[in-house]
């Protein structure tokens, strides 16, 4: 673990760095996941280019009604703890407080969380129900990537090797919506998801009627998922159990999970189910209550 | 409450200051002038012969000092009894994480680079990593030459089972013949790690005369000293081996890892060398709890009453038996479980394969024992319709009952401990919600052996000292062996000190361990406290003018003075005292060594989970453990062996197993390999059942290890009282409870939010 | 190669000169002596090396220690004050809450970035408090009662 270390001081800064380096410079955000990829996966790089003194990228920003940008150097504990994200996302404040424990919360980063493109990451479920957007910058300019365009694979991005994710867009949602990230670990803390699910449940004017439905879930193919063909069972719909159910074997289906050291295939399938159903009902309840989290 | 002065109090720890203020020195803190720091290459395979290793290219990297391979240290085999590993792989390799060469540089990250410079060409060979597999004739031999190697219990030959045992009591043919009903099963339980926080760490410098200074984390620096004389081939004295506060031991941190290493590339360097394993390392090449097969088998009368058992244990001792002091586990005798049973007949196997060397865990063989024993105790009551407790209560050993292997015990308290268990728990009551369980173990382990020196010094300003090579690596010893001598001497615990030792300035000490330290270093400081206390009163009867020989009837002494049982007005200070004889101080040394121990103690846990039925996660809820402790000398350090025992247990029960593909282990990180966070801790209640005789000072018994042995098995069993799932491998996770469910058909596809639950 | 860098460490200022990827938990231990900040598991997995970088709890194995030059770092040897210990640190002697120590530091650090923020935190805040910080040996039952010890006496 030997390299040169830049410290820009700005964004253009860092951009004609990470310009200049190239696929030879490693983005330094919480360092909560390189740190570890070097000094336990023997990853080497030439240089390592840090971006935590650009104070510019540390911010979480309400857009005049329009939404909410989360700066690249949004910490997950700043996220889990803003009053604008509690009062409109819950499911992002649920997945941030469920990230490993305090110490990592306070380091890493909900953008650096999403750049690496872990399939666990546990933001990724509730920014893609959200459909936020991605701002990715470079010398040659910036331009902004729908989160579910973003993950190409395990640990691959649509990021060029000059681009820096520079925030997160998260546009405002309707009124009656209800949301929630549920995690599946084996202890409570500390805990990269076996499963992670985060539902969006929007409702019309009656309790019944879901005019809109979001499924995303982590650790269950190559990048974080949508679960498209299960939406489409809940939304229009008048609510019940069969419904909820549909929902979530039609989740399961779409999901392409792995064995590996936290869980079998077999068992990440049921659990799709069992969280999908889960979350879908602990979201049309928050919707009901109007979808402010109390 | 007691009538004691010092003991029999929760008294604050002699070492916590230094720890709260991150002053106390562990081996990772020792900085020397010069100091070098090591690292070892290991084998990627399970099983290869080395057919080549160049070390050219390390060697000219700037920065690195010394390169070792096996051609730089004694050829020859090392081993706490039996001798069976290299210091470096010589021509073959055994397990996937052996070391093959080493390397010492100015700075970690040089080293690192070095070790990554080191080109060894394998021969990769057929592996043999089941321990099933290995027993089979004709299996790949991990050792061909075993016969050759000192210390194999009995000889044997072509085979991978180092050592078997058998433990007969009756006749068991005769027993399951008089059964009613015969009921077996097998149960499985994984490697897994003593957790310790404190990676392995080694540091050694050779003096100008050629002595060696060794600091190491390890609580048996008398064993560490053996060792490095025996590989040197240099007397005793010529090693000085400096103990630093140990960060957590459960067993492994017993012998020596790296510090041969480090001794050979000082040597070459002619620089101190600092070795300290990584967390990764831990995993795959430290000393950690063997996996084991056990297969049980029990006859029955319809009336519940255990007429024969038979039990058959594959222990997998991994590639070296070396770890491991006595070569065999007391955990196969613990097979027979705590019940009155006249036929037995344990058979226990100890299996070479090419995986990790295990070694000594907390309780040794025992939680692998109890938990099979008492998931089946369970398995066996509910075949004849009783309740776990009233079967174990008909079967339990009661005050002159054999031991199931015939050995005739002393002071059996189990079903005091029974008792206390389910008065303070909720045993027996109603069931808050559908899912929730209670579950009932009992375990029992005896106070260990060995063999302590303390030495024990009034001043002649009346404060006294100990001195003693027995080590604390956490347990909270020391200041219990400070109580002791504070109890004897009668003097305020501020006045009496525990001094910072080694094994130049310490009598011999066995090591922390096996449960043995109140009893054999407590009965050690014990004695030569009340030594000193009759100097002390010797001197005391002159100066009051009391006969000599009736001192002890008419002199007592209470917070540094002796005074006149008849007239507490006519007294001197221990100060006056030392000084009336002539002295600077007085002084006694006591050794106090036992082999045999017919005492042994008990415990009873009650375990309370929730469990949820469609993901199989379990919440431990509550966890009543009574303990048979004689006596408690401290007793908030008693609960605290139980508590750390107990959530220890829960990993080992829920969470905790080093996972392998072909003998590599796939999960060498603290993040895969799960140890119990706070979040995961359940509420405790210890109930310490005092007033049998214990061996030790004050009648005091062990508490170290048992604590981890019935936790497990009563989780499991209040699983299965949860939601009917009986799971005999541990580690019992939720997708092993769903696999059950589903098998058994009670896997509901049906929505059962939790939520919806009372 | 090394590059000079500027710590605040309790209330000190460091000039050092560092190679570009030390830790700021192998500069704590290495550099400055500050060996009360431990190292157990070297990749965020233990917390024993949990020091406060601005008040916040951080494991300092993920930290380089140059792009913390701006912050004020609080180690376990800056907890007690003037000679006087911090109530958590009274509050673990007295209470048993120590074993063998080596997860203590993090610890102490962990739950004084609680109690600085939540002076009367409830048990499940004291668990997500610590629940970065893995403890073998006591269970963390004796903790959880000195954490109560010591916020009645803040």
């Given amino acids: 673990m030997r390299f040169e270390l830049l410290q820009p001081r700005s964004l253009p800064e860092a951009l004609e760095m990470k310009g200049k380096y190239g696929d030879k410079a490693k983005l330094l955000a919480g360092g909560t996941d390189l740190m570890v990829l070097m000094k336990e996966r023997g990853l080497r790089t030439e240089v390592v280019l840090s971006l935590r003194g650009i104070r510019e990228l540390d911010f979480i920003r309400s857009q005049d009604g329009r939404g909410v940008t989360l700066g690249a150097l949004a910490t997950h504990s700043a996220v889990a703890r803003s009053s604008i994200i509690r009062k409109n996302f819950p499911d992002l404040v649920e997945a941030c407080a469920q990230v490993s424990c305090i110490q990592i919360q306070n380091l890493g980063t909900v953008g650096g969380n999403l750049c690496n493109a872990s399939p666990a990451a546990d933001a990724a479920p509730p920014l893609l129900v959200l459909d936020a957007v991605l701002t990715l910058a470079s010398t040659r300019g910036e331009r902004r990537v729908p989160i579910h365009e973003f993950f190409l694979g395990p640990r691959q991005t649509v990021l060029m090797s000059d681009e820096i994710l520079k925030e997160v867009f998260i546009p405002q949602t309707a009124d009656r919506r209800g949301a929630t990230y549920l995690k599946l670990g084996k202890r409570k803390a500390m805990e990269i998801a076996i499963i992670g699910i985060g539902v969006a449940i929007h409702l019309n004017g009656s309790d019944r009627e879901i005019t809109d439905c979001r499924i995303a879930m982590g650790s269950v193919a190559p990048t974080p998922v949508r679960a498209r063909q299960g939406e489409e069972i809940l939304r229009g719909q008048e609510v019940n159990d069969e419904l909820i159910e549909e929902t979530a074997v039609a989740a399961a289906e779409e999901a392409r999970p792995i064995s590996d050291v936290r869980g079998s295939r077999e068992y990440r399938l049921d659990m799709i189910r069992v969280l999908c159903r889960r979350a879908t009902r602990a979201a049309l309840a928050r919707a009901r209550g109007n979808g402010v989290e109390g | ?170 006749d068991t043919a005769e027993g399951f013949a008089k059964a009613d009903l015969v009921f077996e099963h097998t149960f499985r339980t994984p490697i897994v790690h003593q957790g310790y926080l404190e990676p392995h760490a080694a540091v050694v410098e050779i003096n100008k005369d050629g002595s060696v200074t060794v600091w190491s984390s390890n609580k048996s620096p008398f064993r560490v000293r053996g060792l490095m004389a025996e590989i040197l081939g240099v007397p005793f004295t010529r090693i000085r081996v400096i103990p630093n506060f140990v960060g957590g031991d459960f067993g492994g941190k017993a012998l020596v890892i790296d510090e041969p290493l480090c001794y050979y590339m000082a040597l070459k360097s002619g620089r101190p060398v600092k070795m300290v394993m990584s967390r990764q390392e831990e995993f795959l090449a430290s000393s950690p709890r063997h996996a084991s097969i056990i297969h049980l088998k029990a006859g029955l009368t319809k009336a519940g009453e255990l007429v024969a058992w038979q039990a058959k244990v594959v222990f997998d001792s991994g590639a070296y038996a070396a770890y491991k002091p006595g070569v ?35 309780a040794p063989g025992d939680p692998q024992a109890t938990f099979a024993v008492e998931c089946f105790v369970d398995m ?379 | 190669m090394k590059i000079p860098v500027t710590l605040k460490v309790n209330g000190e200022t460091y000039e050092l000169a560092i190679a570009p990827h030390r830790t700021l938990l192998d500069v704590l231990r290495e550099e400055i002596q500050l060996t009360g900040t431990k190292k157990g598991c070297d990749v965020g997995d233990c917390g024993a090396c949990t020091v406060l970088l601005d008040g916040k709890p951080v494991n300092s194995c993920l930290i380089l220690a140059a792009t913390v030059q701006n912050s004020e770092i609080l180690t376990i040897e800056g907890l007690a004050k003037n000679g006087k210990l911090h109530p958590l640190q009274k509050a673990f002697l007295k209470d048993g809450a120590v074993q063998c120590g080596f997860c203590t530091p993090g610890v102490l650090m962990s739950l004084k970035a609680l109690v600085d923020t939540n002076p009367s935190p409830t048990l499940d805040d004291v668990k997500t408090a610590m629940a970065g910080n893995l403890c073998r040996c006591t269970g963390y039952t004796k903790m959880f009662k000195a954490v109560e010890t010591a916020t009645r006496s803040l």
């Fill in chain 2, 380 to 758: 066996l009551a509910s075949q004849v319709r009783m309740d776990p407790f009233r079967f174990r209560w008909l079967n339990a050993l009661d005050k002159g009952d054999l031991s199931p292997t015939g050995d005739p015990w002393k002071g059996i308290n189990l079903k005091e401990t029974m008792t206390a268990a389910v008065e303070k728990s909720n045993w027996g009551k109603h069931k808050p919600n559908k899912h929730y369980g209670i579950g009932i173990a009992c375990a029992e382990r005896a106070t260990g052996t060995g063999e302590s020196s303390a030495v024990v010094i009034v001043n002649d300003d009346g404060s006294a000292n100990l001195i003693t090579g027995s080590m604390d690596p956490g347990t909270g010893s020391r200041t219990i062996l400070c109580q002791i001598v504070s109890e004897a001497l009668k003097i305020p615990m501020d006045r009496d000190t525990i001094n910072e030792v080694d094994t130049d300035s310490a009598p011999y000490d066995q090591g922390a361990g096996a449960g043995r330290t109140t009893f054999v270093a407590g009965q050690s400081t014990y004695r030569a406290a009340l030594d000193v206390r009759s100097q002390l009163l010797a001197s005391a009867a002159k100066v009051l003018g009391c006969p000599p020989g009736q001192a002890q009837e008419l002199i007592d002494a209470r917070d540094g003075f002796l005074f006149l049982l008849s007239d507490p007005s006519k007294k001197i200070s221990y100060a006056q005292a030392v000084k009336a004889a002539g002295k600077s101080q007085f002084m006694a040394q006591e050794t106090f060594s036992s082999k045999q121990m017919d005492d042994t103690c008990f415990a009873t846990h009650i375990a309370e989970v929730q469990v949820d039925p469609e993901t199989g996660v379990v919440e431990v809820l509550r966890v009543t453990a009574a303990h048979d402790i004689g006596f408690a000398i401290n007793p908030a350090g008693s609960e605290g062996q139980i508590e750390g025992g107990i959530v220890q247990g829960i990993g080992f029960a829920l969470l905790e197993e080093l996972q392998r593909a072909e003998g590599k282990v796939t999960n060498p990180t603290l993040a895969d390999y799960k140890l119990c966070t706070a979040a995961d801790a359940p509420k405790i209640v210890t109930v310490l059942v005092e007033g049998a005789p214990g061996a030790g000072p004050f009648q005091a018994k062990a508490i170290g290890e048992i604590p981890t042995c019935p936790i497990a098995p009563a989780i499991a069993n209040a699983i299965f009282d949860a939601v009917g799932a009986r799971v005999t491998e541990l580690p019992i996770t939720g997708e092993k409870i769903v696999e059950v469910l589903k098998k058994s058909g009670t896997f509901d596809r049906v929505p059962v939010a939790l939520g919806e639950e009372r």
């Fill in chain 2, 328 to 362: 065999v586990l007391g955990g196969t005798k613990k097979l027979g479980g705590v019940y009155r049973i006249p036929h037995v007949r344990i058979d226990g196997y100890y299996v070479y394969t090419n995986t990790l060397p295990c070694g000594h865990c907390r």
């Fill in chain 2, 1 to 170: 409450m007691s009538e004691y002065y010092a003991v029999g109090k929760s008294v604050a720890r002699v070492d916590t200051l230094a720890k709260v203020t991150g002053e106390a020195d562990y081996t990772a803190d020792v900085m020397l002038p010069g100091m070098l720091y090591g690292k070892a290459l290991r084998s990627p395979h399970a099983h290869a012969r080395i057919v080549r290793i160049s070390t050219r290219r390390a060697e000219s990297l700037p920065g690195v000092k010394a390169v070792i391979t096996a051609k730089d240290v004694p050829d020859i085999l090392i081993g706490l009894k039996l001798q069976d590993i290299p210091i470096l792989a010589r021509d073959r390799v055994r397990f996937a994480g052996e070391k093959v060469a080493a390397v010492a540089a100015v700075d970690e990250e040089t080293a690192q680079e070095a070790i990554n410079l080191i080109e060894v060409e394998y021969e990769e060979l057929p592996a043999v990593t089941d321990m099933e597999e290995a027993m089979k004739e004709g299996a790949v031999l991990v050792h061909e030459n075993l016969h050759t190697y000192a210390g194999l219990p009995k000889p044997v030959k072509n085979t991978n089972t180092m050592a078997h045992e058998v433990y007969t009591k009756g």
